[in-house]
């Protein structure tokens, strides 16, 4: 199930600091060089996400200066112990290593922007009954699945598309948007994806048959893998046949006269198409993935395929449109 943040933002990857790095060791020295403030280190050993300076450290010649970058929403520094001192504060969760490995942020950052965008939610599940008002107490905007992979079927309507839109409208949702997802690779069962043509008129039949009042329609561009538990290939088609393919899919959205945005993942591009500056359809606005935590459309940068701006991020579970 995906969550979005309202403000149509997507965020980034978590930050480094859940990684661990059991090669990092504190030694008993702090230094600094002219690259920032770190600890000293045998060379033998990693310097994780920084890089060891020459001659600011007492003792044998393979004990350098480890001096690490990081920047966090408030500012950048570098990766110190916060048994050092700081001169500005630190910052837990963007530096690898033990927990007591922090970020010195020395003030000369400014301040993150307030979160700009709607607060949301993608659905593709069925929650029960007792959700949607919860749900609602907390948020006005909802995006729910309506057409699925279905890779057995080359594509299909998800079962409970009309159901859960319906209990989002009962329970007062001020805005419901709705996805597709569709069929896009080569599957083991051997059964074809349906054309884009096909798949579009499907989804816009049970939004058009059903009476939904949407606000704005989504298209999902992300690649699974069989191989790596998912239900369905997508985009496995090859770079060239990706990129025809995508464009074939975008030329069908804005054929039909509604108001689609394009869901993707600036990380995975490069997975499905041939390089990152591949443009299949930047005409269409971006509700773009970027799984870093922190809300707001206006907190977007990470861009590719021709995009330069976001009408929307997922940054974890929860999403924010503008």
């Known amino acids: 199930m995906h969550l979005w943040k309202f403000s149509i933002v997507f965020t980034l990857l978590p930050s480094l600091g859940l990684c661990k790095s059991a090669s990092l060791q504190r030694r008993s020295t702090s230094c600094t ?26 003792g044998a010649a393979d004990i350098e200066c480890c001096v690490t970058p990081c920047s966090t929403p408030s500012g950048s520094g570098n990766c110190e112990y916060t048994s050092d001192t700081c001169a500005g504060s630190f910052v837990a969760g963007y530096c690898s290593g033990p927990s007591n ?8 950052g400014t301040a993150p922007p307030p979160a700009s965008g709607t607060a949301g939610f993608d659905l593709s599940g069925t929650p029960a009954a007792s959700f949607w008002s919860c749900a609602a107490g907390n948020v006005k905007a909802v995006t729910i699945e309506g057409y699925i992979q279905g890779c057995g079927a080359g594509g299909e309507v998800k079962d409970v598309f009309v159901s859960n839109y319906n ?10 948007d709705a996805y597709l997802f569709p069929c896009t690779g080569t599957q083991p069962s051997g059964v074809a994806c349906k054309s884009p043509a096909t798949q579009l008129s499907e989804f816009l039949a049970a939004i058009d048959n059903n009476g939904m009042s949407l606000d704005y329609l989504r298209f999902d561009i992300e690649p699974t893998s069989t191989a790596n538990g998912d239900a369905c290939n997508a985009w496995n088609l090859g770079a060239s046949a990706n990129e025809a393919l995508a464009k074939e899919w975008v030329a069908a959205l804005e054929g039909s006269n509604r108001n689609w945005g394009i869901y993707a993942n600036g990380n995975q591009w490069t997975t499905m198409f041939a390089s990152r500056s591949t443009d299949i359809g930047s005409q269409l606005p971006l509700w773009a993935v970027q799984d870093d935590g922190t809300p707001g459309v206006n907190t977007v940068d990470i861009f590719m395929g021709g995009w330069t701006s976001a009408v929307a991020k997922q940054s974890d579970i929860v999403w924010a449109r503008g």
Do not use: D
């Open 33 to 58: 060089a002219p690259s920032g403030a770190g600890f000293c280190e045998t060379t033998s050993n990693t310097c994780y996400g920084g890089s060891f300076v020459a001659g600011y450290c007492p």
């Open 167 to 176: 209990a989002a409208k009962a329970a007062g949702f001020s805005r419901i």
């Open 101 to 108: 490995f922090e970020c010195c942020v020395t003030g000369t």
